[in-house]
């Protein structure tokens, strides 16, 4: 029956792959925790029930919620590993001893006894005389069939005996001895057998570390979202997920989501097998990481049409040579069959951009690996060109020699993971939105006014080299942007589309869309299409002020004001220490973006230097000044803001008021125009501004004027701003002067 039924399963793949375009993707989520209390050190378990294996999955993502308990965050980082158990159906056994009885619970190896009681004699201080008290009864149980060892076979009630009774004089001295006779003498026997159980791989899908969590209220959550489509041939039916957190105070909670995606992966990952998983020491002589990262044979599964290694590893620990393995970066050596094919460097190097800033601790310090309060990205080495299906291949995995003072250590958690053929020729996907989008660890970029940024991927076999992109507003007429380029199958690539209007609306929903693959028809559809909840940024007034309050480190910062189409606006650096600056800006309706840097990556405030403390703002351009803004001084590497002026987004959109002009050339050499004056017939007053703010022209134009002419004699090349205002309101515009 089997030999009949798998083909069938193959021909009918085949026409699933065929009429993909019929079906509908479908999710389905599977809870295993729900704000589980993660009091302390060890591991916190829970099943997830998952659909039959019958089943067909597209992606299938770990949606990780960590919280704060009842009783509040921890204020320390921790490592969080997240981990399947999976029943092999494959018996293991380990060796056992058994005694043939045991006394009162205990195994000894001679027993002698009475069957009657005995009694053991003292002297009476009180009397003056020698007095007796019954013995406590024996319990025994005694195992004799060797082939059930551990199962009683009868159980005894006897009594002590083998040993002298005394008898005493009226002061106490002994004046006489008796021994009391035993029945019988039991010698122990041993007998060995095999315990056999069900073996259990455990694989390390997820990995995390904790933030400092001093700060943040009770009620305080973060999501973390993690492909692991990779583990999906263990998801299915019951399983047991283990939360296993390494913290030694209280601590976090943690909320466990799979979302399973329905539909046709490009190639599925049919198998995994683990290959190093454990915490193992660094630099330490006597106990090298060799000893524990050994070279590997592996029999290649034969029907693998593609082989990856998935690598998740941190360094810890903090030893007096060098901090390591936590403060330094070593690097990662994968090998096959003795030849080197990946060197990475276990090292993250923006942990300054942290998602989650401001944390109680040392959050912005780069890190082995890691950051406080993110997810560990995996290292993904593609084996495929460098192993033989169906046959035996050595994998090693090994680390640069470093000889530590102690204390460093490395997490590693490492799985092969095995696919099938790739199952579309033509598929190209919307893998993200990075923005418009609310998603919280995407905040230092969002929300956005200007370009949307999205990630395509080429899903398919065919190499791809072009496509159309239409994305918008759900419900607005969509923009469209022809991508070229060139992706092989998985490859990715980010790319920044022309800006788009983006205003209030019932659903604040952002949707790109792909089609037209290399000019063809893609052939899965269930993943061109992606779609987020977005926030509209704040709208602030044409003309505000810039106030920063510089450091002790103020040579560390700068900062940059853009419109939507890159062009600088206003760019400061070479500050003084503690000093005020106060910079007035004069901006047209539209779309900016503004950038805060500090070079040190440990922002204008924070706990663990000598740079003192600083600060950023807005306020606005009036008497009595308030604050539009306040940035937080904590934030690293930089902090940014998009937002809008006139609550429009574009170029050259126009303020509905009752005053209204044209501008032409644009761009302008030696002279402009400006045209329609005459929509408001009082007196107009026209200023120009540089991009840097510097008032450079001023006029009056008188009312009923219709036309003006301004000679551009003196004015540098760059972009321009003029503005008009009388008494029915004003409107700013920007010019390109040239040379």
């Known amino acids: 029956m089997k030999k009949i039924f798998y083909p069938l399963v193959f021909m009918l793949m085949l026409l699933v792959a065929s009429s993909v375009q019929a079906q509908k993707a479908d999710t389905i989520h599977v809870l295993s925790h729900k704000a589980t209390h993660l009091g302390g050190h060890g591991d916190y378990y829970g099943w997830g029930v998952f659909p039959p294996d019958t089943n067909s999955y597209r992606k299938v993502f770990l949606n990780f919620t960590i919280g704060c308990p009842s009783s509040g965050c921890s204020q320390w980082d921790y490592t969080v590993r997240i981990y399947i158990d999976q029943d092999t159906h494959v018996k293991d056994s380990t060796l056992q001893q058994s005694s043939s009885f045991t006394v009162n619970g205990s195994t000894v190896d001679t027993l002698l006894v009475k069957k009657d009681t005995t009694y053991t004699t003292k002297y009476d201080t009180a009397t003056h005389t020698t007095d007796s008290t019954a013995n406590l009864v024996y319990t025994i149980i005694q195992y004799k069939d060797s082939t059930h060892p551990t199962t009683p076979s009868d159980t005894l009630y006897w009594w002590k005996s083998g040993y002298y009774n005394y008898y005493y004089s009226s002061t106490g001295q002994k004046i006489d001895s008796i021994w009391v006779t035993a029945d019988t003498t039991m010698y122990v026997k041993f007998y060995h057998y095999y315990n056999v159980f069900d073996s259990i791989a455990t694989y390390e899908i997820a990995r995390l570390i904790t933030p400092y969590a001093g700060y943040y209220a009770k009620t305080w959550t973060y999501p973390m979202q993690f492909d692991i489509t990779d583990f999906v041939s263990l998801m299915h039916d019951s399983v047991k997920v283990d939360v296993y957190y390494d913290g030694w105070s209280d601590g976090f909670s943690a909320t466990c989501d799979f979302e399973m995606i329905t539909g046709m992966p ?107 309060g993110s997810l560990v990205n995996p290292y993904l080495d593609d084996l495929s060109p460098y192993i033989t299906p169906g046959k035996t291949d050595t994998i090693l995995m090994a680390m640069d020699s470093y000889t530590s003072s102690g204390g460093a250590y490395y997490i590693v958690g490492a799985t092969m993971v095995y696919y099938g053929p790739i199952n579309f020729s033509l598929d190209a996907a919307i893998e993200d939105i990075l923005s418009p989008n609310n998603y919280f660890p995407y905040n230092r970029f969002n929300p956005v006014c200007g370009n949307p940024r999205v990630v395509i991927r080429n899903s398919g076999s065919t190499p791809l080299t072009s496509l159309d992109i239409a994305y918008g507003q759900q419900g607005a ?87 939507d189409l890159g062009n600088v606006i206003r760019h400061d650096s070479g500050f003084a220490n503690s000093t005020l600056y106060r910079d007035t800006v004069y901006l047209p309706n539209g779309c900016y973006h503004f950038q805060i840097n500090d070079a040190g990556e440990d922002g204008l405030s924070f706990f663990a230097n000598s740079d003192g403390t600083g600060s950023i703002s807005f306020n606005k351009n009036a008497s009595p000044a308030t604050t539009i803004v306040n940035f937080q001084p904590d934030f690293g590497t930089s902090i940014s803001q998009n937002f809008t002026v006139g609550a429009t987004v574009g170029i050259d959109e126009i303020q509905p008021v009752a005053i209204d002009y044209t501008v032409f050339p644009n761009p302008a050499k030696d002279e402009v125009t400006l045209s329609g004056l005459d929509a408001s017939d009082k007196e107009k007053n026209v200023r120009i501004y540089s991009a840097m703010g510097e008032l450079v022209y001023e006029v009056t134009v008188p009312a009923k004027a219709s036309t003006y002419n301004i000679s551009l004699t003196g004015l540098a090349e760059g972009l321009y701003c003029i503005n008009i205002s009388n008494a029915d309101g004003q409107v700013v515009k920007k010019v390109m002067v040239t040379k």
């Open 266 to 372: 490009e190639h599925k990952a049919y198998k995994v097998q683990n290959m190093w998983t454990g915490s193992f020491p660094f630099g330490n002589p006597s106990d090298p990481i060799s000893n524990y990262l050994t070279p590997t044979a592996v029999k290649i599964d034969s029907a693998a049409a593609a082989v990856r290694l998935r690598v998740l590893e941190t360094g810890h620990g903090e030893d007096a040579s060098n901090n390591c393995a936590e403060f330094c970066g070593y690097y990662q050596h994968l090998k096959v069959n003795g030849k080197e094919h990946f060197t990475p460097l276990v090292w993250r190097d923006d942990c300054g951009m942290n998602a989650l800033y401001h944390q109680a601790g040392t959050w912005l310090y780069n890190r082995a690996n890691w950051c406080p």
């Open 477 to 563: 007429t969509p923009n469209t942007f022809h991508w070229t380029g060139s992706l092989f199958f998985d490859q990715t690539d980010t790319v920044s589309l022309p800006p788009v209007s983006l205003t209030n609306s019932s659903n604040y929903t952002f949707v790109a869309s792909i089609s037209n693959p290399n000019g063809g028809t893609d052939l899965n559809p269930d993943n061109n299409t992606y779609q987020t909840k977005y926030t509209i940024v704040p709208n602030y007034p044409s003309s505000f002020i810039i106030e920063l309050h510089t450091n002790l480190a103020a040579w560390e910062n700068s900062y940059t004001l853009v419109d």
